[in-house]
RNA sequence: UGGGGUGUCGCCAAGCGGUAAGGCACGGGACUUUGACUCCCGCAUUCGUAGGUUCGAAUCCUGCCACCCCAGCCA
């Protein structure tokens, strides 16, 4: 973990003000996803800046299901959600629903319309638009505006009772139909919604809107910092107003920070969706979706997204990263842990002519090199082999340092070899490659080196696997194309499966189970992985420095 | 257009009146039985822009420009 980014986001600095000029002896911070879809990493931003404020000043930080709308919520995303927390590895200290306040929500709707500063309003919700005005013109007033406190009382005690169909009235707050800031217009309170509540079941019918909902749970759990993204400011000063005409003594500050957006992804719910309900993805974990369950079954740790969301930083700028910074954290954790094996993905046959018949060596390799309790494994070597189709040009461009007509490779902890001759099928592809081996060059010993040293599978015992190559869900954004539909701009290789072999010791591995396969990438056993049928996802390619010049 | 925000290297991001941190990316080199890793070196005379204040400005003031958010009985 880089603690390198030693500097003070400027959250953290307002917190030390008003622990200095308030008094505060406990920072409260909250997370309040919306039950409605699974987390993806933007959230992971919103969470670990939460979790990890709270943390930073010895405070703690809840974990609040935001379900004040019932026609968006289900029971289905909760368990997911509070999953993905705790496999990136943060602990809230309670767990709440916005439900739960339901009732204290009511009892302060009534008190407001008892303080002359909220009415039941019977615009339409076409009238209402009418009336709010625009940006540039005030709104007017709703001939509404000026019932009495009596029958206010009567009518939302009505609406709470059912007695009215979805949509024909709602409480606003009663503030400033003339504010330049369109959420100061009179905005709702609540509205009416004859449906059941995943909590709450059938007990009400008139469900608070965010604006009324939130400021009242952040208050009343003793939140001081509400965190949350920049289309909020706006509602800042009417989040205020409820905490004051709320008259709570405790008033949480909320501060607002910039989301976390990604090359090449989309990051909105209903983007993901469409993804998922249309078939363009698996499903939600599947391993190019930007969700928490889609990275995890890619093979990201929760590690290597905790250091990209510290080296990212916290800021009100809107900003676009670069994808090349997450894959450097989790190449970065992998460099580090993941053992190193064979895998072959695009196999062609190579046959050391001067190797005795049914004659195998054992060739010792290191698990993990630099690291000798990761311990060593055996892989025989024999007269047939496979390597890597790309690693044998017989027209090679310069500075091609693999296997080529009369050039030598050594093969990865075994011997060098120069190739003899090869053969082709038909349509010209290279079928088989011949060479023969130096026995004067067995690992760590003779002085001989060469340039290349290529990755191998012994051809009798390799066990065929398949390989998932994927690559961003979608292409760069092009110019004008912005107005596209997003399926217009679907990469056609997100995904790329290959069919080729792993060592033998491979197939048994456990799903979920991590390893760098030599000189192509780190991979991941996926979901779908069995001894019997092994399947590897691509976390990641290496880095790869070879460019063809010609 | 009214209101609210933001503009520092290709991408993030420090900087809080004393003369531009760091990371990613990129380029060069060393090392290498992974063209990986690691290690060196390079990479903003300039902070959206035009003025002003000051001995001194990315930091203060003024104007302008660009981009983002707000007209849900969504969150």
Redesign the pocket.
């Known amino acids: 973990m880089?603690e390198?980014?030693?500097?003070?986001?400027?959250i953290e600095?307002f917190i030390e003000q008003d622990i200095r000029e308030k008094g505060l002896s406990h920072i409260q911070t909250r997370f309040?996803?919306?039950p409605?879809g699974y987390l993806h990493i933007g959230h992971a931003k919103a969470l670990s800046i939460d979790f990890s404020m709270a943390e930073k000043f010895g405070g703690s930080c809840n974990l609040r299901f935001?379900?004040?709308?019932p026609?968006?919520?289900d029971e289905e995303f909760v368990d997911a959600i509070m999953d993905d927390i705790c496999w990136l590895g943060f602990h809230w200290a309670h767990v709440f629903f916005?439900s739960d306040y339901f009732d204290t929500c009511y009892e302060l709707a009534v008190k407001l319309i008892k303080k002359g500063v909220a009415y039941v309003?019977?615009?339409?919700?076409?009238?209402?638009?009418e009336y709010?005005?625009?940006?540039?013109e005030p709104?007017r007033n709703s001939p509404w505006r000026d019932r009495s406190v009596e029958e206010n009382l009567a009518l939302f005690a009505r609406m709470k009772a059912g007695d009215f169909p979805?949509?024909?009235?709602?409480l606003r707050a009663k503030i400033d139909m003339a504010?330049?800031?369109?959420?100061m217009?009179d905005?709702?309170m609540y509205?009416?919604?004859h449906m059941a509540h995943h909590h709450t079941g059938d007990k009400w019918c008139i469900?608070?809107?965010?604006?009324f909902?939130?400021p009242i749970q952040d208050a009343i759990e003793g939140v001081t910092h509400s965190l949350c993204s920049?289309?909020?400011?706006?509602?800042?000063p009417l989040y205020d107003w409820v905490v004051e005409q709320c008259e709570f003594q405790q008033k949480p500050r909320q501060i607002?920070f910039?989301r976390l957006?990604l090359?090449n992804t989309m990051m909105s719910k209903r983007y993901l969706r469409r993804l998922v309900e249309e078939g363009f993805v698996a499903g939600w974990d599947d391993p190019r979706m930007p969700t928490l369950c889609g990275l995890r079954r890619r093979g990201y740790t929760a590690e290597s997204i905790r250091d990209f969301l510290s080296?990212?930083?916290?800021?009100?700028?809107?900003?676009?990263?670069?994808t090349?910074?997450l894959?450097?954290?989790i190449?970065?954790d992998l460099?580090?842990h993941a053992h190193?094996m064979m895998a072959v993905l695009d196999p062609i046959r190579l046959v050391v002519d001067n190797w005795p018949e049914n004659t195998v060596q054992n060739i010792a390799l290191d698990n993990?090199?630099?690291d000798e309790t990761a311990g060593v494994r055996a892989l025989p070597f024999g007269r047939e082999l496979y390597i890597e189709r790309e690693?044998f040009s017989y027209d090679?461009?310069k500075?091609?340092?693999?296997l080529k007509p009369d050039g030598e490779v050594?093969?990865?902890?075994?011997?060098i070899v120069k190739c003899t001759r090869y053969e082709t099928d038909a349509a010209g592809n290279v079928t088989t490659v011949y060479c023969t081996y130096d026995p004067e060059?067995?690992?760590?010993?003779?002085q001989r080196?060469?340039?290349?040293?290529?990755?191998w599978l012994p051809l009798q015992s390799a066990v065929a696997a398949e390989f998932r190559l994927y690559e961003d869900l979608l292409l760069p954004e092009s110019g004008e194309a912005e107005a596209l539909d997003f399926t217009q701009r679907l990469n056609p290789a997100s995904i790329v499966k290959r069919h080729g072999f792993v060592e033998p010791g491979l197939a048994a591995c456990p799903v979920g189970s991590r390893y760098?396969?030599?000189?192509?990438g780190y991979f991941c056993a996926d979901l779908d992985h069995t001894a019997a049928a092994p399947v590897f996802n691509r976390i990641v390619s290496?880095?790869?420095?070879?460019?063809v010049v010609n």
Request: glycine share 8%.
């Open positions: 880089e390198s980014l030693s500097s003070k986001n400027f600095e309040p996803p919306e409605n935001d379900d004040t709308n026609t968006k919520e916005g309003c019977d615009l339409s919700k076409d009238e209402m638009r709010r005005g625009t940006l540039t709104g979805d949509g024909t009235r709602t504010s330049p800031n369109m959420n217009r905005p709702a509205r009416i919604i469900y608070p809107m965010y604006d909902a939130h920049l289309e909020y400011e706006a509602h800042r607002e910039a957006n090359t080296r990212v930083g916290v800021a009100k700028a809107d900003s676009v990263v670069e090349a910074m894959e450097h954290c190449r970065e460099n580090a190193r993990l090199p630099g690693d090679p461009p500075k091609y340092f693999r050594r093969l990865k902890g075994a011997y060059t067995r690992s760590g010993e003779g080196k060469v340039k290349g040293t290529l990755h760098q396969f030599m000189r192509v290496l880095k790869d420095s070879f460019k």
